[in-house]
């Protein structure tokens, strides 16, 4: 099993450039979300998808979209980058449920918008 | 919401030494404490994690803590060694959200 892949790797980007990040796993889990890192801040949620078909704002979903595809893939969109948006990315799945709450995380995407 | 602060960033240790890292949450309902480790580059994994109902668990070098009553958990490491050099993450989770809340992470120093 290849766990969580997430592709790019490395992305640079200029100011009002759009891009998506893709995000698979397949553990068949049902939640799926997106993080950005930046340092001293820890792991903050942008978005999530509970189930196939759902999806809700974090805590700093502003400048993003998301697309759950399926059950394996949700998408993250920048529409118009901004310098601000330079971070590590994460997408990470789980099962949901009262008793089941790991988190598997991807490699993440580096990202740098000029 | 949930509301988990970690402390300290960072930690410079002796080869050998014990760490402590603390983190406290806001939300009593919380029943899910997970930490995770961060080498350099690396995603975040899950290292251990305790429940409301166990106030303590161990996994040989490694243990955590839980205080409801206070709110606060611990993440113990025992004769540390350099590749525990790392950034470590505590979350809560539980209650009415299974989303986890992350810390903002300690930087772990073990200098050899």
């Known amino acids: 099993n290849a766990g969580v892949t997430q592709t790019p790797k490395f992305q640079v980007l200029k100011t009002g450039q759009s891009m998506t990040l893709q995000c698979a796993q397949d553990m068949n889990h049902n939640s799926m979300y997106w993080y950005r890192q930046d340092p001293g801040m820890g792991l903050r949620l942008i978005y999530y998808s509970a189930s196939e078909g759902t999806t809700d704002k974090g805590e700093v979903p502003n400048g993003y979209n998301v697309s759950r595809l399926n059950k394996r893939e949700f998408s993250l969109r920048l529409e118009s980058a901004a310098p601000s948006q330079t971070s590590v990315y994460f997408c990470?799945?789980?099962?949901?449920?009262?008793?089941?709450?790991?988190?598997?995380f991807g490699p993440g995407t580096r990202l740098t918008v000029t | 919401g949930e509301n988990v602060e970690q402390h300290p960033s960072t930690l410079s240790v002796q080869e050998g030494d014990s760490a402590v890292i603390k983190c406290t949450y806001s939300d009593s309902a919380s029943n899910y404490f997970p930490w995770y480790k961060q080498e350099l580059g690396k995603r975040p994994q899950l290292i251990i994690d305790?429940?409301?109902?166990?106030g303590e668990k161990k996994d040989q070098r490694i243990a955590v803590t839980l205080n409801k009553t206070a709110k606060h958990f611990s993440l113990h490491i025992t004769e540390t060694q350099p590749e525990d050099s790392a950034v470590y993450f505590c979350?809560?989770?539980?209650?009415?959200?299974?989303?986890?809340?992350f810390g903002r992470g300690t930087s772990l120093i073990v200098h050899p």
């Open positions: 979350a809560g989770a539980g209650g009415g959200s299974y989303i986890p809340t």
């Open positions: 305790i429940r409301s109902n166990v």
């Open positions: 990470a799945s789980s099962e949901a449920g009262q008793h089941r709450y790991e988190q598997y």
